[in-house]
């Protein structure tokens, strides 16, 4: 849902449209945003989302944030004022959540992306992701996790691809994945592989974050 806190900047949360369009003020993300089981959802190169506390960006079908050198996409901080030139404050470490991938976000893309100043940066429960040109910044306990694995990663780009041609090779039964998390979307739960997964439901961002804190 997208809605006009003024004329320059939108106020963001809920479900996000299928197209994130490019805009020359950036998105101020006001509630946990949501890329629903069973979608497609494309952020456009030169996007820019700042997240208030305790926000983050939940990927429960497939996020397509495919940026370019001259137009990164950003996800950062409402008090970043490099972006943001309606705060005194400035951005730190923990300022909100950071992108949570869930196991049914499987084929997700970023390509020259920045996540910068959140609590955990990209949690992915799905290996079968692929960055290409994603920098971290300052973010608080980790940068990039993938199946509860930390990454290293360094002051520079970083790059990472396992494809959906991947996880059939591996016998991963992608269709029925689908179908199973799309039926599962409207509730919070526990996947088979152990993991805790959030739905699209009210609550659901605060489980995570719960989750992640007792894991941490």
Request: hydrophobic share 40%.
């Amino acid at each position: 849902m997208i809605a006009a806190t003024d004329h320059h900047q939108p106020a963001i949360g809920g479900i996000l449209p299928k197209i994130v369009k490019a805009r020359q003020e950036p998105y101020i993300v006001i509630a946990d945003v949501y890329v629903p089981s069973g979608r497609t959802v494309v952020i456009e190169p030169g996007c820019v989302l700042l997240f208030n506390n305790f926000t983050g960006l939940h990927v429960e079908g497939k996020l397509v944030a495919e940026g370019s050198a001259q137009r990164p996409i950003v996800f950062s901080s409402v008090m970043d004022q490099n972006y943001s030139t309606r705060t005194d404050m400035h951005a730190n470490p923990y300022d909100w959540d950071g992108i949570y991938i869930h196991e049914s976000g499987i084929g997700s893309t970023m390509t020259h992306c920045a996540i910068m100043y959140s609590t955990y940066g990209i949690s992915s429960l799905t290996k079968y992701i692929k960055f290409d040109s994603v920098s971290f910044k300052r973010n608080g306990r980790s940068d990039l996790t993938i199946e509860g694995v930390k990454q290293l990663v360094l002051n520079a780009p970083y790059s990472y691809g396992m494809t959906i041609a991947d996880a059939r090779k591996d016998g991963v039964p992608v269709k029925i994945l689908m179908i199973l998390w799309e039926r599962k979307g409207h509730f919070c739960g526990i996947a088979a592989s152990g993991f805790a997964w959030a739905g699209a439901s009210p609550g659901c961002g605060a489980a995570w974050r719960r989750q992640a804190t007792r894991k941490s």
